[in-house]
């Protein structure tokens, strides 16, 4: 392609990027001027009408088909339904997360936010040494840095910034006036969170990604491939690893909630075990997803097979 070709191309590809980010900073800016639970609720009317327009609602069905051979038509569908409008609210809580998380420990009757595993976060705050908590994309994820916080645990996440770079500068400024340390997921994140861990930090990680040439494992039953970074940083510093979910409940509510740590298999060195401990990750998550199969991101190509790896010209 020749090079004139190719600077047109990109910025056709940063016009069309510039637009969407415009488009999509208008919609949110129109909900911020609505009371939340409004907004919210309008949000998720809004998706589930607009999300089978598009092509990933195709793949959502088809990976909802393959995951549920037993659910019905109906069924699928629903889910699919579900799906749009927790990722609709899920925007739009981005522009309301500090006016949502109300939190207060033992407060009768609870807010919008029910915490699940009180102890266990005092625990790990007061514990100095490296600690992982992983988590997947169920109901409102990001609220659990913000918990962790609460309770005086300082946890350093990890995300995957958006394709769009408009959007991802915008959703970068928003989840870190709320959340606190961010570390996006580049070249040399493996790096910078290893130096949190090895300084007694603490990271939180989303596991339930497709990882191109990662461990090969099952979801659902089906080969896909899974980063092996969080059992080899296990494996690394003898780390504790923490499961964390959230649950998005009826009336604009959320609960959430923080496991005990996992017992992690190991080799015949007594070393964490990478592969199976990659596996054990997925088979968390899926139970997440299993319990409410309508607050995951199912349009997400999570069983692509990258192919091999090509070798370097010589």
């Known amino acids: 392609m020749r090079p004139l070709t190719i600077r047109v ?10 637009m969407v980010a415009q ?24 998706a589930r009408r607009v999300g089978p327009w598009f092509g990933r609602h195709r793949v959502a069905l088809n ?10 038509e109906a069924e699928i569908q629903q889910i699919a339904s579900d799906m749009w409008g927790n990722m609709a609210r899920l925007a739009a809580e981005y522009i309301f997360i500090e006016q949502l998380f109300d939190f207060v420990p033992f407060k ?32 409102n994820f990001e609220l659990l840095p913000v918990a962790a916080a609460t309770f005086g645990l300082k946890v350093t996440a990890m995300f995957r910034a958006p394709n769009n770079p408009f959007i991802a500068e915008y959703v970068f400024k928003t989840r870190q006036s709320a959340m606190g340390d961010l570390l996006a997921s580049r070249a040399g994140a493996a790096l910078a969170l290893a130096r949190i861990l090895e300084n007694d930090g603490n990271v939180g990680v989303l596991v339930d990604q497709k990882f191109s040439h990662g461990v090969p ?12 970074l969080v059992p080899k940083l296990a494996r690394q510093f003898e780390c504790d690893v923490y499961p964390a979910h959230c649950v998005r409940l009826p009336g604009n509510r959320f609960r959430l909630i923080l496991h005990e740590k996992l017992d992690l298999p190991r080799d015949a060195s007594g070393q964490v075990d990478v592969n199976r401990t990659t ?22 190509k999570r069983w692509n097979i990258a192919g091999p790896k090509r070798k370097g010209r010589r």
């Open 9 to 18: 191309l990109q910025r056709l590809r940063t016009l069309n990027h510039w």
């Open 23 to 46: 488009f999509a900073r208008l919609g949110l800016g129109v909900l911020r001027r609505l009371p939340p639970d409004k907004a919210l609720n309008f949000a998720d009317r809004f």
């Open 63 to 72: 990976n909802l088909r393959l995951a549920y051979p037993e659910k019905s």
């Open 108 to 139: 009768e009757p609870p807010g919008r936010i029910e915490v699940s595993g009180i102890e266990i976060f005092e625990r790990i705050a007061a514990d100095k040494r490296p600690h992982i908590i992983f988590t997947g994309h169920i109901g």
């Open 217 to 228: 494992t099952t979801f659902f039953g089906r080969p896909c491939e899974t980063s092996p």
């Open 279 to 300: 596996q054990m990750l997925n088979d968390v998550v899926e139970g997440w997803v299993r319990q409410d199969p309508g607050q995951w991101m199912w349009f997400h």
